[in-house]
């Protein structure tokens, strides 16, 4: 990841700097430009926000310690109740012999300038709804309840808000698959909005990446139709479905040049490394927050360790338990080897401390932790891709490490403000 901006740059540009098509294998080293904005390199990976932050984590933390190439946010986090009521933003700060800056999402979650901004209708995951879709609106839950939000209302926000990327509105179902019936249904009413959208983007400086739905293409037809007739308009493919790619580009390879955003929440990071083998250039990941929530401190790498000569690999966890009592008095970093600010500062005993005395500082700690572990595993897959290496470091690390990550057996944070996500019946967490 650069720290470069790019100012001269009207809307974002993608290039694609190695392919390495190999074994049937679509991987490739890639460069996101903004304008007046970071640089990413790829593939890369979006911080996930719960209204307007990345939970446990202060703008200046944001700036100071934690490794994201940008956030992902969603449209139903910073609406009011009334649809009519424009989405909530900060007034911008005022400097004398400064012009006032235009509206853009960071006035909402004051993150650094130098951060892209995702912006989506809905959470990732989202919330189940308990009314489904229309013809004319998505249901989305808001901090005061269920609403619907129309296309319209969905364009003006964009407008308003002026994300770096923006993914049209989609009619997703609560649970997949969707039958038959159901998922043309999703691909018509899909179609549909995105005619209405307005094409090129509402707003100049946003960049639209089209939903690719969790259907069958067949049944996406007509929709899959819609974007080949606006190929300049569309920036980007937004995936809810990545196993579709392959077969998606060969029977639309004019679709190949343009970036690649995973939004099928994987969980692992050897579910990553399965999607990138696939084409995937970007990914936006909340497993993050709930690993840290759970308490655990990532620990893997990539490409992963070698073994000690004469050894026989076993497998490692994918992160420790710091409730775990075998850390109340270990003076070892949180992973060895690891130079974030949390490792460099603390150790396992005093977050084991604060984690078994429910002080937030904890979380903050795990959080800044954990992002840094998945930042040097992504700058890992892009120096394997580089050196052509990907494929035995891939192999190395499904051997070397554990399927799943700690189950965590300590308390969760409590559940308020940004991190309350309640479903119709659902008792709330941490309560009390």
């Known amino acids: 990841m650069s720290n470069d901006t790019q100012d001269d740059t009207p809307t974002m540009k993608f290039e694609v700097l190695k392919a390495a098509i190999t074994d049937g294998s679509a991987l490739r080293l890639g460069r996101l430009a903004f304008s007046g904005r970071r640089t990413i390199d790829t593939p890369n990976y979006f911080a996930v926000t719960s209204r307007g932050a990345i939970p446990h984590i202060t703008p200046d933390n944001v700036n100071n310690h934690l490794h994201t190439s940008g956030v992902y946010m969603a449209l139903e986090d910073c609406n009011r109740r009334t649809p009519a009521t424009p989405p909530s933003i900060l007034p911008p700060p005022r400097h004398l012999h400064h012009p006032v800056p235009p509206p853009s999402p960071h006035l909402f979650h004051r993150h650094p300038p130098s951060l892209p901004t995702i912006l989506a209708a809905r959470r990732l995951p989202a919330v189940a709804a308990p009314k489904g879709n229309t013809n ?121 040049p343009l970036p690649r955003l995973d939004l099928s929440a994987p969980s692992t990071p050897h ?44 497998q490692q966890p994918l992160g420790i338990d710091l409730h775990a009592p075998s850390h109340r008095t270990s003076l070892a970093p949180l992973a060895e080897g690891c130079t974030c600010y949390a490792c460099a500062s603390h150790h396992r005993a005093y977050a084991h401390h604060l984690l078994s005395a429910r002080e937030m500082l904890g979380w903050t700690l795990l959080q800044i932790h954990n992002h840094a572990v998945v930042a040097r595993f992504f700058a890992g897959v892009r120096e394997a891709l580089g050196h052509g290496t990907f494929a035995e470091g891939a192999r190395r690390f499904e051997e070397g490490y554990e399927a799943e990550f700690p189950a965590g057996t300590g308390e969760r944070p409590r559940a308020r403000g940004y991190q309350t996500k309640s479903e119709g019946g659902r008792r709330r967490r941490g309560r009390g």
């Open 136 to 256: 004319t609106s998505i249901s989305i839950f808001t901090s005061t309840g269920f609403q619907t939000l129309t296309p319209a209302a969905y364009t003006s926000a964009l407008a308003t808000l002026r994300p770096d990327i923006a993914i049209p509105l989609s009619d997703l179902p609560p649970t997949l698959p969707p039958s038959a019936k159901r998922a043309l249904r999703m691909s018509e009413r899909t179609d549909t909005w995105l005619s209405d959208f307005h094409l090129p983007s509402p707003v100049p400086s946003t960049s639209l990446f089209a939903p690719i739905l969790p259907v069958p293409l067949p049944l996406q037809r007509e929709y899959l139709h819609t974007l080949l007739l606006h190929p300049t308009h569309i920036s980007g493919l937004a995936l809810y479905s990545p196993s579709l790619l392959p077969s998606l580009l060969a029977l639309h390879p004019t679709l190949a």
């Open 271 to 314: 579910a990553i490394l399965r999607l990138l083998s696939l084409g995937v250039d970007a990914f936006v990941l909340p497993f993050i927050n709930a690993v840290s929530d759970a308490g655990v401190a990532m620990t893997f790498s990539f490409p992963p360790p070698s073994p000690p000569t004469g050894t026989q690999q076993q």
